[in-house]
C-alpha cells in the first residue's frame, strides 16, 4: 500500500513499540502491581532470564507472522499458516519461556504433522478438555496481521480471527485480536487512538458485552485487571493505560513531548503488575501505530533486541516491507554533494560531525554512530549504530522538537559510556548541524544560536533548514 511518510513510521511503530513494551515488562513478569512514582526500566530478567532490552515469547511469535507476511503472502492462505506454525516451532525449540497454553497447543499438533489445521485442531481438544482457552496470548502476537491489510478491513478481520484461532478456539480471544487489529489500522492510518473502530465486526451477541468492558477500562486503573493472563483483562489492561496515561503536552524547553505519552503509557501497563510484559506489548502495538515509531525514545531502540537475532532495524525494516510491499531498492547517495564533510565538534572532541562517507571512513576512535539519515548497506565491523527518522523537509517529522533532544540524548548517553561518536547524515547540511548545535548547547552550557554559529564554522558548507532552526528556538527560548 502507499502511505505517507507519517504513516510509514506509524506502522514501523505498531511492530517496534510492541517488541518495546514487551521488553520493558519482561523483567516485572508476575510481579505485584507497582505504585505510579515506581522507576520501570528495561531490566531484563523475568522468567528468561532475559537481558536488558531483550523481547519474549509475545514479540518473538510476533516476528514469526510478521516475516512471513513481509514476503507478500496472504496470511489467510492455508499455505501461509502452516508456515507459520513451522516457525513458530522452530522458536519454540530455542525459546526461553513459551506461555501455558500456546505451548500445549503447538506441542500437541506436532504430534500430528504440525500443520495450521492440526494446530486448529489441538486448539479446539484444549479448550474441550479444560472448558476454556481464552488465554492473551494470540492478542500478544497481532499487531503485524493489522500492518498487512492496512488497505483492506474486512481481509484483516479475517486474518486476524485465523491467526488467533490457530493457538486459541475461544471466541473471545479472536474478538479481542480483531478489535486490536482494527485499531491499529486505524491509528496507523489516521493517527487516532480508537478501539471501539472495529466493534462492529463482532458478532451481535457479545457486542455490548464488548462495549461494556471497553467503558470498565476506561474507568479503571490497569491494576485492576488483575486476570491479565486473561484475554480480556490483558485488552482491558492495555486499553486502560492507554487512556489513563493523560497525553503530555509539547513545551520543548521543559523537555516534555506529546510524543513522550508513548513511553508512559508503557510504563503505566507494567505498573499494573502480573503479565507485564503481555500488557504491555499489547499496549505497544497500538501506541506505536498512534505515535509512530519515531516516538520510541532512542534509549530503548539502542538496547532492544532478541529471537531470531534482530535489533531495532530489522524491525523497521520487517514492517516496512509488511505495510509497503517486499522490493525496495538500496539506499545510494551517489551523487549527493557533501558527503565527504567531517569535522571534530567544536565542543567535543569524543565526538565527529559529518556526511554519510564517514560512515564508511571512519575516524580513528569511532566506536559508536549516531545515523540521522537511512544508511546504506555497508560493514560497520561491530560499531554500535543508533538510526534515527529524521527528514530533511519543512513539516516531514511528526516529532521533530522529541527527535531532535532525544538524539542528543542517545549522544550524552553514548558519551557517558566512553564512546567516541560520530553523528552524521547525508551531506552534513541541516540534520547534522542541527542536532550536533543542540548537544553543543548543553555539553558548553551556552545559547542554543552561539553553539550554532560555531558548528557552523567547523562545517562551513552546513545550513540548517528554517524548520530546524526554529526548533532549535523552541528547544531553548533563552538562546539568542
Ligand atoms: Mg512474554
Known amino acids: 500500500m502507499k502511505l505517507t511518510s507519517q504513516q510509514l513510521d506509524r506502522a514501523c511503530g505498531a511492530l517496534l513499540a510492541t517488541a518495546a513494551g514487551d521488553a520493558l515488562g519482561a523483567g516485572y513478569e508476575f510481579g505485584a502491581p507497582m505504585p505510579p512514582e515506581t522507576p520501570v526500566a528495561m531490566i531484563g530478567g523475568g522468567l528468561g532470564p532475559f537481558a536488558p532490552g531483550e523481547w519474549t515469547d509475545d514479540t518473538s511469535m510476533a516476528i514469526a507472522i510478521a516475516e512471513i507476511a513481509a514476503t507478500g503472502a496472504d496470511l489467510r492462505d492455508e499455505a501461509s499458516q502452516d508456515r507459520l506454525i513451522d516457525?513458530?516451532?522452530?522458536?519454540?525449540?530455542?525459546?526461553?519461556?513459551?506461555?501455558?497454553?500456546?505451548?500445549?497447543?503447538?506441542?500437541?499438533?506436532?504430534?500430528?504433522?504440525?500443520?495450521?489445521a492440526a494446530a486448529r485442531e489441538a486448539a479446539a481438544s484444549h479448550h474441550r478438555s479444560g472448558g476454556r482457552s481464552g488465554g492473551n496470548g494470540s492478542l500478544m502476537r497481532t499487531a503485524p496481521?493489522?500492518?498487512?491489510?492496512?488497505?483492506?478491513?474486512?481481509?484483516?478481520?479475517?486474518?486476524?480471527?485465523?491467526?488467533?484461532?490457530?493457538?486459541?478456539?475461544?471466541?473471545?480471544?479472536?474478538?479481542?485480536?480483531?478489535?486490536?487489529c482494527a485499531a491499529i489500522r486505524h491509528a496507523v492510518l489516521t493517527g487516532e487512538l480508537d478501539v471501539r473502530i472495529g466493534l462492529g465486526h463482532i458478532d451481535a451477541e457479545r457486542r455490548t458485552l464488548w462495549e461494556?468492558?471497553?467503558?470498565?477500562?476506561?474507568?479503571?486503573?490497569?491494576?485492576?485487571f488483575t486476570r491479565n493472563g486473561w484475554v480480556v483483562h490483558a485488552l482491558q489492561g492495555a486499553w486502560s493505560a492507554i487512556v489513563t496515561t493523560a497525553v503530555p503536552g509539547d513545551d520543548p524547553a521543559a523537555g516534555t513531548f506529546r510524543a513522550d505519552h508513548l513511553r508512559l503509557a508503557l510504563e503505566a501497563a507494567v505498573r499494573g503488575g502480573h503479565d507485564t510484559d503481555t500488557v504491555a506489548a499489547i499496549a505497544g502495538g497500538l501506541l506505536g501505530a498512534a505515535h509512530g515509531a519515531s516516538a520510541v525514545p532512542a534509549h530503548w531502540r539502542r538496547i532492544l533486541h532478541g529471537w531470531p537475532g534482530l535489533r531495532t532495524p530489522d524491525l523497521i525494516r520487517l514492517a516496512t516491507a509488511i505495510a509497503t510491499g517486499p522490493l525496495h531498492s538500496p539506499v545510494d547517495y551517489t551523487g549527493w554533494g557533501g558527503t565527504e564533510a567531517l569535522a571534530r565538534h567544536p565542543h567535543d572532541d569524543g565526538v565527529w560531525i559529518g556526511g554519510v562517507d564517514a560512515l564508511l571512513h571512519r575516524p580513528d576512535g569511532v566506536d559508536a554512530v549516531v545515523s540521522l539519515c537511512r544508511i546504506p548497506e555497508v560493514e560497520l565491523g561491530g560499531v554500535e549504530c543508533v538510526e534515527v527518522r529524521l527528514i530533511d523537509r519543512v513539516d516531514a517529522n511528526p516529532h521533530l522538537d522529541f527527535v531532535l533532544l532525544d538524539s542528543v540524548r542517545a549522544v550524552?548517553?553514548?558519551?557517558?559510556?566512553?564512546?567516541?561518536?560520530?553523528l552524521h547524515c547525508v551531506s552534513a547540511q541541516s540534520r547534522t548541524p542541527t542536532v550536533a548545535a543542540l548537544y553543543g548547547a548543553r555539553r558548553a552550557g551556552i545559547g542554543v544560536g552561539q553553539a550554532l554559529a560555531e558548528v557552523l564554522a567547523a562545517l562551513p558548507a552546513a545550513d540548517p533548514n528554517a524548520d530546524f532552526r526554529a526548533a532549535l528556538r523552541r528547544l531553548d527560548p533563552d538562546t539568542d
Open 87 to 116: 516457525r513458530w516451532n522452530q522458536w519454540r525449540a530455542v525459546a526461553r519461556d513459551i506461555g501455558v497454553q500456546t505451548s500445549s497447543v503447538l506441542s500437541s499438533a506436532a504430534r500430528s504433522g504440525s500443520t495450521a
Open 412 to 422: 550524552e548517553e553514548l558519551r557517558a559510556q566512553g564512546r567516541t561518536v560520530l
Open 145 to 180: 496481521v493489522a500492518l498487512a491489510y492496512l488497505d483492506d478491513e474486512a481481509a484483516l478481520v479475517q486474518a486476524a480471527r485465523a491467526i488467533s484461532v490457530l493457538t486459541h478456539y475461544d471466541p473471545e480471544a479472536a474478538d479481542a485480536c480483531v478489535l486490536w
Open 212 to 224: 461494556d468492558r471497553i467503558v470498565e477500562a476506561e474507568n479503571s486503573r490497569p491494576r485492576d
